[in-house]
């Protein structure tokens, strides 16, 4: 049982629940990469047993990001394939992501005060997610038949290297990173 205080639908995600009043929430339809990467969190814990609240209460406080789990290796590959280090930015000139790239790349996909990426990676994610439709965003959109997040599988993907590179990216870099000041 999880609830991420969404709908009662996937309170468990092994039978979810259906046929109660819409007020309660809707039936089959996306949910926040928090509350999908908690149903795989809770259904990961559950399938090796034992399952105790300290393992439920670990999970709650783990400051994942689960977004991050997704797609920043996608984002750090994106980004250190761009010639020469460079993205456009928004006033259409050349910004130097080279150090950008390289901080994506290590971070550790947590939001940890000493989590280096943590909030570079959070700029461009809400810049990405914020232009680009969620139907287009993955390399398969959201099932209701498969709802949680799970990174080792091709849907859970970003679509296409192109929503993170040129000009989103150089933005974001922007948005995030300043010469001389820290990227992490």
């Known amino acids: 049982m999880e609830n991420s205080n969404n709908s009662a639908w996937l309170a468990n995600a092994d039978q979810p629940l259906t046929g109660y009043p819409r007020v309660f929430g809707t ?9 999908r990467g908690a149903v795989e969190d809770v259904a990961a814990m559950a399938r090796k047993g034992g399952l105790t ?10 400051n994942r990001a689960p977004a991050g789990d997704l797609a920043a290796a996608d984002v750090a590959a994106a980004c250190a394939a761009l010639p020469g280090g460079s993205a456009v930015g928004s006033d259409g000139g050349a910004v130097d992501v080279s150090e950008a790239c390289a901080v994506l790349k290590n971070w550790d996909r947590t939001v940890d005060t000493g989590s280096r990426g943590a909030l570079l990676f959070d700029r461009f994610w ?25 990174a080792e599988h091709a849907e859970h ?15 974001a870099a922007e948005g995030g990173h300043r010469p001389g000041f820290p990227a992490g």
């Open 157 to 171: 993907r970003l679509a296409r290297s192109g929503p993170c590179t040129g000009r989103r990216r150089g933005r």
């Open 126 to 150: 809400r810049r990405l997610v914020g232009g680009v439709p969620a139907a287009e965003l993955w390399k398969v959109p959201f099932s209701p038949g498969r709802p949680g997040v799970d």
């Open 53 to 62: 609240v300290a393992d439920l209460q670990g999970q709650q406080f783990a």
């Open 27 to 35: 039936v089959g339809t996306p949910r926040s990469l928090r509350t």
